[in-house]
């Protein structure tokens, strides 16, 4: 009751302000103050050692996006938007035991025809610490979900305490829902939050800290008019299933740590920022307004051998960025940090948020950030065991939606992928599709070696390879250890991972959040024997897909230009996918 009343008085100020939490160009920008996430605090239990042990509570909240929003509802973790970070170091387990307290039916709109939402609970979740090297029972399976109380738990459940022995070096890992089917909804309600990985590496570096290091989780989200969360529940052309899933979800606003377009004061020092790309399907391509170089000292898997000066990174979802900003010589200005991704160009969303170099500087700024950061580990193409060619295709499902595919398979058929433990593998993904996909491997770090365009049509017609251009190498910005790698239309590009230590049951998956919960998906099972030669399911031949180009159906879904869905609350909401080509 208390929240209705004060969501009525807070919607007629909403309506004197003339703000329209669905229209972009109505919504004041940085008139919010960027907030740091909590960090989590252990939760006592004698079975396990000494503050290792933490409990988060998944639960039902009402947050602010924007001081002129009203409340909306959000899923949290511990009813916070981005949840707790949780602090762990080095080779020190850590325990996190997830709890779902929430409702049986979920608030945004759920697609039954996905894989395991057709005869389960319609509510399910499960964490996964992505870029976690960790046993296969504590990684998150998307099948080892479970509901309110674990009274239902999916086949591959098997823990409720996780277990995260965090050997690997100190590295921004992130949390968030993967549940089958159900990941898109779970993650855009708020069910993420930062995980970092230290080592006594970045002390001895002086790496700015404390007050000077900020997590900056990056989303976008559209609103309706109340301020209420706006999800899609059709994609924008006719299929015979209500709701439905979509191509892919591109917000109107841009939310760092949960505030739309925030503002942050610093002093005239160097500051550290952790940066996730928590978005469904967003990319971003992150610069400063003032034209300043970022000082890149890390990717998704900790810092890099080098610290590398860039002007501009790219920043798909999921991927991640260990920064250093040098404000000491920008004393009383005024930086914004730009979005210059031309995929979903938009005058709002074209901005992330602002700096203010206004705060006196309190004590003596860091050292400078040492050109060596970590000793060269590189992995040799001429040491792997094995070679896999993986293609990147799409079709159509039986509703006639268009669905996109690894290996040309789908998720529930049986796993082509099995990696033998202490086994180095080159994958090279072949993507057939006229658009990026961030392809995302659970278990390893790897390096991305090149990427090189083919010839698209005759591999779809006759599964032949044939390369029509010179390799390209990794950018500059992406030369460290990764988890998602950009794969480009018309290109393969080439990963190789060393997998060690654990056995069992992943995955690798688009994080695209849309495709990963519409059969993007595949499972890979590490196994102990060892390889000393090719298998034979490393080379089957890549079936041909001329049926499929010449489906009507397929090449309208592939050329629709994507406006609102049906239900839309305004022109502004515009909902795009990867379907359309003239982005």
Known sequence: MNILVLNIKERLILVEQHVNPADPATIPK?????SKPPVAKPTPNKSYPPNSYFELDMQVAYHRFHRHFP?????????????????ATKDKPTYVKYINNLPTKHFLPVDHTLHSSTDSQEVRTVVHLHGAHVDWESDGHPEAWYTNNFEFTGPKFRKEVHHYTNHQPGATLW????????????????????YLLRDTLEKRLQLPSGAYEMPLMIQDKSFN??????????????????PSITPGVV?????????????????????????????NRRGYRLELSNNQSFIQIGTDGGLLSKRVDVASIGLLPAERLDLVIDFSQHKGEVISLMNTDDEFPDEHTNVIMQ????????????????????????????????????????????YGRPMLLLNDRMYHEPATEKPAV???????????????????????????????PFNVERYQNEGVLEYTGDPIPPHEYERGWKDVVRTDGGMVTKIIMHWKEFTGNYIWHCHFLEHEDHDMMRPITVINDAHPVQTPHA?????????????????????VEVSNSPDSPTEDNTIKTDFDTTS
């Open 355 to 398: 700096f203010r170099v206004d705060l006196k500087l309190k004590d003596c700024d860091s050292p400078d950030i040492p050109e060596e950061l970590y000793p060269e580990m590189d992995l040799h193409e001429d040491h792997a065991h094995i070679s896999r060619d993986l293609p990147l295709s799409f079709t159509l499902d039986q």
């Open 225 to 242: 008019e109340d301020g209420s969360i706006f999800y899609p529940d059709a994609p924008p052309f006719p299929v015979p299933v209500h």
């Open 251 to 279: 917000g109107n606003t841009i939310l760092v740590n949960g505030k739309v377009w925030p503002y942050m004061r610093v002093e005239p020092r160097k500051y550290r920022f952790r940066v996730v790309n928590a978005s």
């Open 539 to 559: 080379s089957e031949p890549h079936q041909s897909q001329e049926s499929l180009l010449n489906e009507p159906k397929l090449e309208e879904r592939l050329q």
């Open 71 to 87: 409340l909306s509802k959000v899923w949290g973790y511990n009813g916070i938007v981005p949840g707790p970070t949780i602090e």
């Open 422 to 452: 202490d086994s180095i593998e080159t994958w090279n993904f072949i993507n057939l599709t006229p658009f990026i996909h961030p392809i995302h491997v659970h278990l390893v770090q790897f390096k991305i070696l090149e990427r090189r």
């Open 175 to 194: 949390y968030h829902d993967h549940a089958m089917a159900l990941t898109r909804l779970n993650v855009y309600a708020g069910l993420a939050g930062f």
């Open 30 to 34: 940085f008139v919010d103050k960027l």
